[in-house]
């Protein structure tokens, strides 16, 4: 979200952390759907035109279920999109060896959709997935920072460069990653390109609403922010902000 309000700062935004719930990396495909379907739903009722999956599990396991079976029968006229899709687009053209690694959580990796996706805009490219589930319990409870995360950055990333040792681009196949790139970044062999998927995502969003003016005109620009969290309000303000930046104030709701 911090990378989308900077790339489309007029715009009304309402963010809705599952937090109740999360992480939704381990858990099944079925869950993951009921769980999203809910999400997606609840902002139906609160006005919004456009829902962005801004997750990669419920991107992986979750959008095109809803996509191709809800959606027509919730409301043709509103759109959801996820964050997997925008970065299989461009995710080729930062590598020379064409060889890629994903990090990322249990079930994005479980799902095959990044090797699946990029191959649809990049056959020549090789796709290396390291599944990586103690990440965000690590960032969760701030030890993201600690030297014990540093035992599990080294692990993962030797086992994704054990698998390709020509990747030449690694991307952060979780929205919780970024806040870990600077540890990435001291075991990566120094060639090595970290992406991030923010700037990528947003980027393509500003693209989207331009080539869809009937869904721009839906979505409200009174620079509005709104923030809802299925659990705990204080503690979703203490760890939010850390990933946007500035303080927030969020409301509690019940799904």
């Not at 095109?64 to 080729?92: M, S, Y």
């Not at 600690?146 to 692990?155: E, L, R």
């Not at 923010?198 to 009174?222: M, N």
Request: proline share 5%.
């Amino acid at each position: 979200m911090k990378e989308i309000v900077d790339k489309l700062p007029g715009y009304d935004y309402c963010y809705l952390g599952d937090n109740a719930r999360a992480p939704y990396g381990n858990r099944s495909f079925e869950t993951v759907y009921h769980y999203t379907l809910e999400c997606v739903k609840w902002f139906f009722t609160k006005g919004c035109p456009l829902v962005i999956l801004a997750c990669n599990t419920a991107s992986a396991k979750a959008l095109r279920t809803i996509q191709q079976n809800d959606l027509p029968k919730l409301d043709p006229a509103k759109r959801v999109l996820g964050v997997i899709r925008p970065t299989a687009e461009v995710i080729g053209n930062f590598s020379e060896t064409k060889s890629v690694g994903i990090l990322a959580t249990s079930g994005t990796v479980a799902s095959n959709s990044y090797p699946m996706e990029i191959g649809k805009f990049f056959p020549e490219v090789k796709v290396y997935q390291e599944a990586c589930p103690l990440w965000v319990p690590l960032i969760e409870n701030y030890e993201h920072l600690g030297h014990g995360a540093d035992f599990f950055v080294k692990k993962n990333l030797h086992e994704l460069f054990k698998a390709g040792e020509n990747i030449d681009v690694v991307l952060l196949g979780c929205t919780h990653y970024p806040l870990l790139k600077e540890k990435i970044s001291e075991y990566l062999p120094i060639d090595v390109k970290l992406i991030s998927q923010g700037e990528i995502v947003a980027t393509s969003l500003f693209d989207y609403l331009h080539r869809h003016p009937e869904i721009d005109k839906q979505c409200r620009k009174d620079g509005e922010r709104e923030f809802f969290t299925t659990d705990s309000t204080s503690d979703f303000d203490e760890h939010a902000q850390i990933f946007y930046g500035e303080k927030l104030s969020s409301s509690h709701i019940d799904l």
